[in-house]
């Protein structure tokens, strides 16, 4: 704190003197950095397994209060700053994702969302390279292809044979 006051002249007149004033010198407030994920993607199925994301940059808050919320549901966080999403347990849609960091009545945010879609159950039209299977000679295979649902590439072809011999490849 620093006090001071001033007596001002005029001519060959007494002085005036001017009222105490104080000028208080503090350290100024250190500005939060914005949370920063990582290992999140825009869009996940439905059947996705849990995902880790990360709070990059939690040493950096300098003991900051951190708190995240999924959907307005809190999340809870390691340590480290290491949280998961469950797709799985998430309706299809938009879900949205706050990260805040507060400490002595400063907040900083950061609101992100991601999406997740329905699981498709593709329909797809089994076939066999052979209609009549000879005491197990004969290599069989059976090729699995979408016929509603998904794409139009083959989803998968099995084999009596690990070579797949008979010339279908694995998918």
Do not use: W
């Not at 808050?61 to 469950?86: C, M, P, R, V, Y």
């Not at 329909?123 to 299977?133: C, G, Q, R």
């Not at 292809?145 to 794409?151: L, Q, R």
Request: glycine share 8%.
């Amino acid at each position: 704190m620093i006090t001071n006051k001033a007596s001002i002249y005029f001519d060959y007149n007494l002085p005036i003197v001017t009222n105490t004033t104080s000028t208080q010198i503090v350290d100024l407030p250190k500005v939060l950095p914005k949370p920063a994920i990582t290992g999140l993607k825009t869009s996940y199925c439905g059947n996705d397994q849990a995902q880790p994301i990360k709070i990059v940059n939690i040493s950096a808050t300098g003991g900051a209060t951190i708190s995240g919320k999924l959907n307005g549901n809190q999340l809870h966080a390691d340590n480290n700053g290491n949280f998961l999403i469950e797709p799985t347990k998430l309706l299809s849609g938009i879900q949205n994702i706050e990260i805040s960091f507060s400490k002595g009545g400063k907040l900083s945010t950061l609101n992100v969302s991601f999406t997740v879609t329905t699981p498709v159950k593709p329909v797809v039209k089994l076939t066999s390279n052979v209609a009549v299977v000879n005491n197990g000679t004969t290599a069989l295979q059976f090729t699995a292809t979408p016929i509603a649902g998904s794409g139009n590439i083959t989803v998968y072809t099995f084999s009596t044979h690990r070579d797949f011999s008979g010339g279908s490849t694995d998918r």
